[in-house]
């Protein structure tokens, strides 16, 4: 199983960005997916979840900004990112809870990180 993110890139003040995370390899089922961001000097930190059935949860100061969402189909999640702040600077990992086929329980897979800059 592999997680492969992308989308991450220098974007001003204000800008957006969209993260993608596609998953792949012998998967059966996925249950939660999401992103976590780590700024320098700082511990990894959640930045938003959703689970297959589409609840969410996002952490307080990128809730109204960011939006979570997946596509079930193609074993990908997305971050959207809205007016982003020069705190929002970070590298951003996906994870994904996976049920490889012919396992009997989820691992929690990661995937490579993605630098995301916010700067003038």
């Known amino acids: 199983v592999q997680l492969q993110a992308s989308g991450g890139g220098l974007v001003q003040p204000g800008g957006s960005l969209r993260l993608a995370c596609a998953a792949s390899?012998?998967?059966?089922?996925?249950?939660?997916m999401g992103w976590y961001r780590q700024a320098p000097r700082k511990q990894r930190e959640l930045v938003a979840t959703?689970?297959?059935?589409?609840?969410?949860n996002y952490e307080a100061s990128v809730r109204g900004r960011f939006t979570i969402s997946r596509d079930n189909a193609k074993n990908t999640v997305y971050l959207q990112m809205n007016s982003l702040k020069p705190e929002d600077t970070a590298v951003y990992y996906c994870?994904?809870?996976?049920?490889?086929?012919?396992?009997?329980?989820?691992?929690?897979?990661w995937g490579q990180g993605t630098q995301v800059t916010v700067s003038s």
């Open positions: 390899g012998t998967i059966f089922s996925i249950d939660v």
């Open positions: 959703r689970t297959s059935g589409g609840n969410t």
């Open positions: 994870n994904a809870d996976i049920l490889r086929q012919g396992a009997y329980s989820f691992i929690r897979y």
